[in-house]
DNA sequence: TTAAATTTTCAATATTTATTGAAAGTTTAT
DNA sequence: ATAAACTTTCAATAAATATTGAAAATTTAA
């Protein structure tokens, strides 16, 4: 296989997997070539490499940059502002993780917590309610934990030799 | 806290999060209903309860249904078919990791499979672009026997064990 | 059978989301 | 200061996705 298939079939597949982390394509799309790029690349060559408009690849990069999944670098003597990926994969899944949990759990964990407050009329209706809640909010609070045991992984002793066993 | 606002709330919260699990956001109301309702519901509640079509309300419990994450139910003497919701978070939470691993990351592994084919032809690019697909492989396979031990958790004494420090 | 009840399909339409590109803004070298 | 290099913004537009609803298909009771 030649290299610039490999590289065009990997940005795609790549692309398809972050959009379902959460991301969106193209974003997922300049990540991944900044990820197999050896050299940090500058926001023409991502332009020119994915086809896309100068606004779409500003707009795209910024949300890495928020993401914490891409860096800015500087080249002395150089005006341009040049990118790259984070490509520690574990690295990456952690951050990623990070954002989730901020963007997605956050909210249904005070939405959950609300709703606990339902007043209870007797009724079968609000009794299933309850307990439905209950369950849901264990769930998500012990989600919570977990996401939150990953995040940490790193400096724990115990999770980084559990996590060796997938090796 | 009165329930008819308590269970619009939760529906709408629930819809977001099953949205970033990968279901759509029609989808993940029917099962947010369904989840809090005491009792099966039909098509026509369902469409009446989220202000549906009749269309989109048969396609979205199609999918939940493909998902295995609601069930069909049929009352004796009625000719309309109900359905009901899987209630236990955790096993809804292995057939949604499930679907995803088969929608997500066998893809992904298979692309990387082919895309590791690449011919080195000694240039720095390729050189770094082998070595990105490397780290991808193994992540990519970690994760993968991460889910697998998940969806197969119950099963196993150590997982179910360790899980449990969760609670 | 027939026909009423119910479910499914799908072309048309509406809604949401992503993308463009040119203008405005900012930074830096001279 | 000036102007070239570069980045950001955002209204207009395009593309993707979701939704409707009426017609077709299917199921069931009698």
Do not use: C
């Amino acid at each position: 296989m030649k290299y610039t298939e490999a590289k065009s079939d990997l940005i795609q597949a790549w692309g398809n997997l972050g959009y379902s982390w959460g991301l969106n394509k193209v974003m997922a799309q300049i990540h991944a070539l900044l990820m197999v790029s050896a050299k940090p690349l500058s926001a023409d060559e991502i332009m020119d490499e994915l086809k896309i408009s100068r606004g779409n690849a500003n707009m795209n990069i910024r949300a890495l940059l928020e993401w914490n999944i891409i860096y800015r670098i500087s080249v002395p003597g150089e005006r341009k502002e040049y990118f790259k990926a984070e490509k520690d994969t574990w690295v990456l899944a952690r951050q990623v993780a990070k954002e989730r949990r901020k963007r997605e759990l956050e909210p249904i964990l005070k939405t959950l917590k609300n709703v606990s407050a339902v007043e209870n009329d007797g009724s079968e209706e609000t009794k299933e309610f309850k307990k439905v809640v209950k369950e849901l909010k264990g769930f998500a609070e012990k989600s919570d934990s977990l996401l939150d045991t990953f995040i940490k992984a790193e400096e724990s002793w115990f999770w980084s030799t559990i996590m060796k066993v997938f090796k």
